[in-house]
């Protein structure tokens, strides 16, 4: 009873915060990012001792490995952050922004505007740097920002927040633009869910799990991708190396993200010289093939893809290939079974570029390119707040317009209806 | 139970049809809206006869007259039902344009192109002509529709989505592209609202009551706006004239709409002048004031308003002024109160004008107009098919453009990612 008391309280702050931040000029928003980047150099040694506290709690609880090197702050970390901080105060301000604007036949003017969303709640996991990142894009669109990262990194997501915090205390902007839930209870999760009344949007970044967890609970609008089964299909008349460079880029270069390769599908006119020539360097790579019939009549010593491959996303070094007999049937397939993140084509067929760009509707579909390019700043957004696989408000990654949305002005001078 | 697996196969078919249709060119979405048309003109008798029953029905129920009204058919209102038709198909189409395109450092072509959001859930009340527009609405954007109107409206409704099928049967376009619910029960609602899986996106049309059972029971997203207390503020450097044709004209136009004025906001200074000059026009008018204490002390005959009147949405000939110290107690009230729908400026003062139109974020910001001009067609979409008061994916009136979303598309050369 407590915690929902106090979450409401945030909630409440927050929403007052978000209102003053909506006037905040683009100047003043960059001078207390810069700032914020140097106060985070400056008290590194307060930030390490913070997260080591995490990190040995982590390591006594016997979490794994992985999640404790995601949890662990270094020197380089830091810097990063504060570069990161660097790089957002650059961005152009969506805010304010007028995307058209036209004149009526009764001569009044309307245009479109941008303006803040409002109050945004990020839910996270485990690495820090999402309470840095998250924190300077939401602060730069104008929105205050309720962050709610992992238990187990509770004290680093508090100092970040007083560092941070301390400059918005020294500044025109709201102090409460920038909020860390100070409670490590499943509880405050749920209650923050419920108060659609104060925030406007929630992204949560994590696994699956995570996800699925808090669009089953929240009462607010939440912009998420549950899993990005990537696919590339390569066609009759590709170019076999670049193809093979390409898949290779997709599936190894990292694996463990959601742009990364997880199905390839290989026109049939093309697979029997194709395959093998792929099948080495993938083997060589170190990726494991689960193949479709006729992949195996080909590719003799690889495991029968199962249905669940299809729908698989590994996040690691394991590749399901299917040998089609059409373009049409490619299409077929990644609308069955993908998942409306990424998909590529590889050709130099004219005309199959530019009915696989028209007729995949994934949030992005590319020509002759890595699927590793689907990202925030390898688009050129400039940042990456999140990825939506959904078509309500932004479709693929999300950068700081997708932050915002847009009011209408109208300028008249006594224009009444008739 | 049989209700609900034949909404489910309803969902299903649609998307199967959404799939379809967000290929087919604007050439013969076009051509189909305008034999649309054509047939509705040519099965009038066909329609008007199916509506009598609609309406003797509701006559023997006793409905109120202002709802046999919204219900009757006329020849005028299916004239200009296919006149509707024939303007959405003169529209240019959303579908397909590229609303931007920038070129990489690495030379990757990066654009975003426009896509229809798949499926839309249209939940309205006794209007038939909701079942036309809506329907040609979604076409032309490449969206199919599932229409759930009134129960008061079925065999309209109906006998509308007969004839809108039976041209989509005779072309290229796939016939679940528009559906009509045949049950009147609540339960199909219900079901309905349940199948995020295939549905993208619910728009309700009605009162405040409908609107918020949908939101209560829906998996889907929904976009809504609950009502519109819309405000215009009358600044100290007002054009008293200006100001007093403005009020008149958005409270009294048609007062029954979302848009119309409800509270009247006057800065002190000009308040002794212009109060009793707008109070004389407006009791002329029909129109009955509610005031604040400095309202009372200037206009002696009038009611208090309650702290419920500044909430109201009356929709009626009913108008609650305040008298405010400065225009900062102005915009503090539109906050606390308003409705984020519709707010106007009516003032000679520059600056204020400027600080009204960034300040205030309503979906409609306007400066010396009236607030009736919140509207899809008097803006200048086009159409509309709804009005959001929630920033997610669309802000204010909604054209054919808020029913798309937009893919990135990219033109790659083998770029891979290092």
């Known amino acids: 009873m ?12 927050a929403q007052l915060a978000a209102r003053k931040l909506s006037r905040i000029s683009s100047l003043e928003k960059n001078k207390a990012l810069l700032l914020m980047a140097d106060e985070l150099e400056r008290k590194r040694n307060f930030l390490l001792a913070e997260n080591a506290k995490d990190v040995a709690l982590a390591q006594k609880t016997g979490r794994n490995q992985a999640m404790i090197e995601r949890l662990t ?7 990063g952050m504060a570069q990161g901080l660097r790089e957002v105060a650059a961005l152009p ?40 990142d998250a924190s300077a894009l939401c602060l730069k669109s104008g929105n205050a920002v309720i962050l ?10 508090l100092a970040i927040a007083s560092i941070l915090q301390g400059v918005l205390s020294q500044s025109t902007l709201p102090l409460k633009a920038i909020q860390v839930i100070p409670f490590t209870d499943r509880e405050a999760v749920s209650a923050m869910l419920q108060l659609d009344e104060y925030i406007d949007l929630i992204i949560p970044r994590g ?22 089964v990537c696919h590339i299909f390569v066609d009759a008349q590709a170019d076999s190396d670049m193809a093979i460079n390409i898949c290779l880029n997709a599936k190894t270069q990292r694996p463990g ?31 494991v093939l689960r193949g479709c019939e006729k992949t195996r009549s080909i590719l003799k010593n690889i495991e029968a893809a199962s249905e669940e491959d299809w729908y698989a996303e590994y996040l690691d070094l394991i590749l399901a290939v299917r040998v089609v007999e059409t373009m049409d049937e490619a299409i077929a397939h990644i609308e069955k079974y993908g998942s409306l993140h990424t998909e590529s084509i590889i050709t130099n067929d004219y005309a199959n570029s530019q009915r696989f760009l028209n007729e ?36 693929g990654p999300m950068g700081l317009e997708e932050l915002t949305t847009t009011k209408f002005i109208i300028y008249g001078n006594g224009q009444v209806r008739t």
């Open 257 to 287: 993200v959601c742009n990364a390769l997880e199905t390839l599908l290989v026109h049939k006119d093309i697979a029997s010289e194709f395959l093998p020539q792929v099948a080495e360097k993938m083997r060589s790579a170190g990726v």
């Open 148 to 157: 709610r990262g992992g238990s187990e990194a509770i004290n680093s997501n």
């Open 73 to 79: 702050l270094k020197d380089a970390t830091i810097s």
């Open 93 to 132: 301000d969506p805010v304010g922004k007028i995307t058209s604007m036209w004149r009526r036949p009764n001569n009044l003017l309307v245009g479109r505007m941008r303006i803040p969303l409002g109050v945004i709640g990020i839910i996270y996991e485990s690495r820090p740097n999402v309470t840095v």
């Open 360 to 395: 995949v509707n994934s949030s992005t579909v590319m020509v002759n390119a890595s699927t590793r390019f689907s990202d925030g700043f390898e688009l050129g957004l400039g940042a990456e707040i999140g990825i939506s696989t959904t078509k309500l408000h932004a479709f």
């Open 207 to 228: 696994g699956e799990e995570l996800i699925r967890a808090v669009v089953a609970q929240s009462k607010i609008p939440v912009i998420k991708h549950y899993k990005g």
């Open 2 to 13: 407590d915690i929902k008391i106090s979450i409401k309280q945030i909630a409440q702050d």
